[in-house]
């Protein structure tokens, strides 16, 4: 990012889309609005806002249409929305989706259980959709990042050799994604491994070297953002509270929480543009739609210390 | 640590005394011991058992000596207790206490309501101590360790400045300390002043630089770990549980998960010589001394992922 950027780090909102698929309960659109609404007021820049799934098989995110049209209004906000595949990705164009984020997934077991194709397959649609695009107006075209699911492990699989990872990566971007992250949405990753596969990813892909999606599993989290951000990447997954954990396992929870991101970026002098006590006044919103469920986060609770204060540019520390 | 060691990475498990000292109830006796075996059966060699405090004030540290002899009859573990002066340390010493570990605060305000000295008055607190060790027979005396509290920031006084850290350091090894570590009771430390701390510390003291202690009150602690590792610390304390928490302010929680530190150091490929699940197994003990107290530790819930493998020497990744 240039000096000329009011952040230094991007953080890229996943818990209206995550987190929200996770859960099986329906939240009102309204309220889903709502809380879009709020995260972005506390100056997050970019949130992705649902998926552009089969209602039957997530009737949660039905609505995926007229919750992009909504965040479209809220000035400012770059809007993302997910889409498994070509299906998905004409809709959520249609709906005027800034950003498609399509996922891939590096293991073979994990790819036919989430998409029911292989990961070659799932390269394919991605260039699919790469072509529907490019037959769209360059003024009204979404651009198209892809994640790699399981870049870091598999729950079924175990483990997933970094170098097919790697080499996946290389395919998805030929296919025509403009930016490929490395996800672990089981929380298998380790500071060293990040360090390691973030540094090959940049090596291969340059400047479409993506984001980081983490998940805090087993509250590795944030040192694995420490371990990313040492390698040079500048964009992270988070979603407020840490929704989005796995259902069938209690007390595992879910994405990194936005708040502690934040706080932890912020202290050690990295600009997000997020003002902690607004984001953590969102929470309300979305307990509001999901009472009982379980919010994670230490700033939460405890409140900003005494000693905190915002990153300035140029920095003073 | 020379490349014989059986560890890379020594974890000082402190639950026993910073976190019952911080719990009004008081624990058997008993379960306190029955509780240090459990956590030295899981691997742990160092555990600060208790504090050697007058007991009108912390009437739950009453049982210092007896639990100090007891945990000297458990094969292999070197045995700390926190003595805040001279009368504490004489019984600690009598007690047969391998390593006394003596707080000393950089910031004034807390220094003055934590130990009712001034900083420099706890420097001439250590001197006192080590001219006593002098004179007690080479092969029974104690070694000294001191901890500099708030040395990253302070609930009372706010900000301490860097430098008057670590030129208090300095004193302290002046005055006798063989090692001096830098403590963030209050978890306001970031990586960016966790590196910056640790390598000046490093190079005024060289080897007598000491341990990294670590609190999660905003969820930050492994992430400060990732970095003071970067800079060469080589011991962390950590609690099991993570207890050691504020009991003035509920779901802030205390100091850096033991169950989730060995999880990190070890995926990293650092060994710690602690085995998970019988570290978790610990904690059904301690559950029993203080029923419906909150444990922290994402590990324990997750459980172990199919991809887990411990450390080995020579690292194979």
Known sequence: MTHESPVDILISEVGPRDGLQNIKRTVPTAKKIEWVQALAASGLREIEVTSFVPPKFMPQMSDAAEVVQSALHIPGLHVLALAPNLRGAESAAAAGTHTISMPVSASRAHSQANLRKTPEEAVEEVRKVRQFLDTLPAESRPSLEVGISTAFGCSIQGIVPEDWVIELCVMVAEAGAQAVGLSDGVGYANPVQVRRMFTALKRELGD??????????????????????????????????????????????????????????????????????????????????????????????????????????????
Do not use: W
Not at 281 to 297: H, K, S, T, W
């Open 208 to 317: 479409k070297a993506g984001a980081a999606h983490f998940h805090n599993t087993f509250g590795q989290g944030l040192a694995n953002v420490v371990a990313a951000l040492e390698v040079g990447v500048t964009t992270f997954d988070a979603s407020q509270g840490g929704i989005g954990g796995c259902p069938h396992s209690p007390g595992a929870s879910g994405n990194i929480v936005t708040e502690d991101l934040v706080f932890l970026l912020e202290s050690m002098g990295l600009r997000t543009g997020v003002d902690i006590q607004k984001l953590v006044a969102a929470r309300a919103i979305i307990l509001v739609g999901l009472p009982n469920e379980q919010l994670y986060g230490h700033v939460p609770n405890a409140g900003l210390p005494k000693v905190f204060h915002y990153a300035t540019h140029p920095p003073t520390k």
